[in-house]
Nanobody
Framework: QLQLVESGGGKVQPGGSLRLSCTTS????????IGWFRQAPGKEREGVSC????????NYADSVKGRFTISRDSAKNTVYLQMNSLKPEDTAVYYC?????????????????????WGQGTQVTVSS
């Protein structure tokens, strides 16, 4: 069973940056599209960004476009979410998910449940 592990969360001041990592052991992520999701208290989980297995397709939610960057490093079997210019409204638990998705599903509106594997999440808090 493929299990994903997120790391890199923490507390940061508004305007700051964090880089989240998503990795697994025993399996290669090369075959999977990866999505990043987040869920704030009292809100529904939302898609933040996604990347195709080859890395040639990326998409972002409008709320993070221009601030967040998704990338993947095959040598490290890791997918990253670089988050810059963080805002208090970015505060949430961030999850990564892996799935064998059709290219038409590589959009941030594809639900979490469409993916095959998920991590436990990492907390990101943006506060002064």
């Amino acid at each position: 069973q493929l299990q994903l592990v997120e790391s890199g969360g923490g507390k940061v001041q508004p305007g700051g940056s964090l880089r989240l990592s998503c990795t697994t052991s025993g399996f290669t992520l090369d075959y999977y599209a990866i999505g990043w999701f987040r869920q704030a208290p009292g809100k529904e989980r939302e898609g933040v960004s996604c990347i195709s297995s080859s890395g040639d397709i990326t998409n972002y939610a409008d709320s993070v476009k221009g601030r967040f960057t998704i990338s993947r490093d095959s040598a490290k079997n890791t997918v990253y979410l670089q988050m810059n210019s963080l805002k208090p409204e970015d505060t949430a638990v961030y999850y990564c998910a892996a799935g064998s998705l059709h290219p038409s599903m590589l959009v941030t509106t594809t639900p979490f449940e469409a993916y095959d594997y998920w991590g436990q999440g990492t907390q990101v808090t943006v506060s002064s």
